[in-house]
């Protein structure tokens, strides 16, 4: 197999999925194994270990990493099935599209949500946080960076405005589009939980949830006054079965997905060879060149400034009087993916590309160069 290449395709820069690195495609391809099997157990305890160490937490503070067949969007239900009572409130930080998606799923459970909704491509003021902290919500989410408005959120600081106001309100973090591409500090900030997927920053093919919850969230479900209202992602039936994983112990639920833990495994051992901080920064100076690049065009972007803009993406409006029809297609010709609009009040206006994983670290496969240059030709101005 050390012969293997990638089918020929065209380079994948939406925000998610994105391009896979060989090693990562040839894990996804391990032979039959059982999720039981000696060879599979260590495997996937290291992952989990190694989840909890890009989000700079440790096992000590009590935090609970929960792997689950299922895309990001899970972890939505998994706060709404093991966090949420009926009429219990919540305070849903909206930056775009993913924030209207998260609160709809939690009232499917029965929370009662009040939305702070920032304008379109800002994040909401201290002001409105606080003001909606006065009632002590049971949990605030955070959308980190919405990848509809390519906005990041200073889930930090907004954590710190949490411990002061509502000390007891758990902070829930949609991590999915920024884990392993932004700063996270689980414990330095208090977070509850932390929400992804294996396809965005993580740089693993689609079909994992990927959660870390603290231990106060673990406990807030052993004193619920009403049973789980779920099952398979009922965190008492999981959470025993990651444990023993974790611990080197055969354990079985459900069937996890084997071949992509085998997968998740790599790109995380890759992961943790350098400091955390230091992909962190290597996203942070590709965001600058696509930015930097894209702004010498002339073009603008959808966040209101650089500073709540994201590292691992950017959404960046079309020139006036062109739109996605004129320039996607275009792009595709050349090879290039990116992504139109998705956030619904400016639909039409701008585009997205993703640049995490290997195309931010790895810098030299060229995909950012290709992605500036092609949109160049496109626009007429090469
Ligand atoms: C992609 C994304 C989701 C949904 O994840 P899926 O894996 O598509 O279910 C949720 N929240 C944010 C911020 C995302 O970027």
Redesign the pocket.
Known sequence: MSEFHQAAHKLLVI??PIEFSDPVLLANATPGTAHTSPAFIPIFGATLSMLREILLSTKESGSQPILIA???????DAVGVNLVERGDEVVVLNT?Y?GD??ADCLEAYGAKVTQVKAEVGGVPTDQAIIDALASHPKIITI??????TGVLSPAGHISQLVKKHSPDTLIVL?????VASEEIKFDEWGLDMV?S????GLGVP?GL?VVLASKRAVETVEKRKTPVQGYYISWNKWIPIMKNYEAGKPSYFATPPVQLVYALHTSLKAITSAPISDRVEDHKAASKYVKDSLAELGLDFVPKSRDIAANGMTAVRFPKGLQASDVLPKLAERDIVVAAGLHKAIVTEYFRIGHMGVTAVNRERGDLEKVINGIKEVLGKA
């Open positions: 925000p998610g299922g895309s990001g969007t899970m972890g939505w775009g993913f998606s998260f959308t980190h960076v919405d990848t509809s949609d991590a999915v589009c920024s929400i997927a294996t396809q965005k689609p949830s």
